[in-house]
């Protein structure tokens, strides 16, 4: 078996994905993509595309290593999120050759479902209980929330109460069996972080999201023992060296992306580093289909998974595409109880519609994430 053709689509909402060939004709999905750098990370696929052309798509570890570190220059969120889809479509072909679910092939399930999360309140909350109750009423058991919208350079007490608030808005309006995560998505400096945890704290947060940006990890140990609210991170980071990093600070979630951290084959890696720690695995996913089904193909198979993020419905998609678009039988996404049934189903188990995505490439996306200020007009974390 050799590959044949390598492709790349961008689907909006900001997405893109990656079609692998075979010479008998199967073939792999994967999701390569930086949110607001799509076009970037297509360059990266076809430039990484002619150490795959004509090799054994089954050699995955080998093709991981090749992929990632013949040149010079390693890493970073470009070539590891076009390696992460690239590895993600290898999968794929190996369990449908075989037969199989990738999940099969990381040594078995070790549960029937995956409970999964959804957002509420958008990038500057508002409306939160209201979307809470909404979630619940879906079906969901755990839902997210931005702490803060634009944030100050240190909190007035104001800011602090209306956080606080917010947070007290949605578990009150859920009650104490659903679980609420907190993303402080790094728009908080250390100080203000510490006291944010403190004024959540009595609301019970199942977890806090990037409670500093990645380059502030020197902090994170101070953060952690400042507070009994578990932290997770690691949306933004890209290797197993940068997790055990944040690992050795005491962070209770790490927080991979399938199409970011390199693919299946490093999240897997991941996943055991971090249950040495005793630290538990909650995969990022704001993502597509096939992110979500490589997200959910590790989970399946990973003793220390906690919970899922999926992008169902989440205020990024604006309308004008959704995540069920791109599959040809939604059913496998369905969340009865809040969580997704373990599916059987070769490779990544899910099948693409490639005539819809097809279609989605011929109108494009240029998604950017918001560029914010603060009031004296200099730049703000988003």
């Known amino acids: 078996m050799k590959i044949t053709r390598i492709e790349t689509f961008a689907v909006p909402p900001r997405w893109v994905f990656c079609r692998v060939e075979t010479d008998d004709g199967l073939v792999g999905w994967g999701e390569p993509v930086v949110e607001g750098r799509a076009a970037t990370v297509r360059t990266a696929v076809e430039e990484l595309s002619g150490l795959l052309l004509g090799e054994d798509p089954r050699r995955i570890e080998h093709h991981w290593q090749r992929l990632t570190k ?54 500057e909350p508002r409306a939160v209980a209201a979307a809470a109750r909404g979630q619940v009423e ?19 007490p104001a800011g602090l109460r209306e956080v606080a608030g917010r947070v007290e808005q949605v578990r009150a309006a859920v009650g104490d069996d659903i679980d609420v995560a907190v993303d402080f998505h790094g728009r908080v400096g250390p100080a203000d972080a510490r006291r944010l945890l403190h004024a959540i704290e009595p609301y019970a947060p199942v977890f806090v999201e990037e409670p500093v940006l990645p380059e502030l990890a020197m902090h994170l140990p101070e953060i952690v023992r400042s507070s009994v609210v578990p932290i997770a991170t690691g949306e933004r ?25 390199g693919g299946i084959s490093e999240v897997r890696r991941i996943a055991a580093l971090a249950e040495t720690y005793g630290a538990l695995l909650a995969p990022h996913c704001p993502l597509g289909p096939v ?80 560029v914010w200020e603060h009031p004296d007009g200099s730049f703000a974390e988003w």
């Open 70 to 123: 013949a040149g010079f220059y390693r890493g970073g969120p470009v070539l590891s999120s076009a390696v992460a889809g690239l590895d993600q479509a290898l999968w794929d072909i190996l369990g449908q050759s075989l037969g199989v679910p990738v999940h099969a092939l990381l040594g078995g399930a070790v549960r029937d479902r995956v409970r999964v999360y959804g957002w509420i309140g958008g990038d």
């Open 138 to 156: 879906a079906g969901l058991t755990a839902i997210k929330m931005n702490a803060t919208g634009r944030w100050d350079r240190l909190a007035t």
């Open 237 to 261: 980071l890209f290797d197993r060296a940068s997790f055990r990093t944040v690992l050795d600070a005491g962070v209770a979630v790490a927080q991979p992306d399938l199409s970011h951290a």
């Open 291 to 370: 992110a979500l089904a490589s997200s959910l193909q590790v989970a399946f198979a990973t003793p220390n998974f906690l919970l899922q993020e999926q992008s169902i419905g989440i205020h990024y998609n604006d309308g004008s595409a959704e995540l069920l678009d791109y599959v040809v039988d939604r059913k496998p996404f369905a969340f009865p109880g809040g969580s997704i049934e373990r599916w059987e189903r070769p490779g990544l188990g899910i099948e693409v519609d490639e005539a819809a995505v097809r279609a989605a490439d011929a109108r494009g996306h240029d998604w950017k994430g918001p």
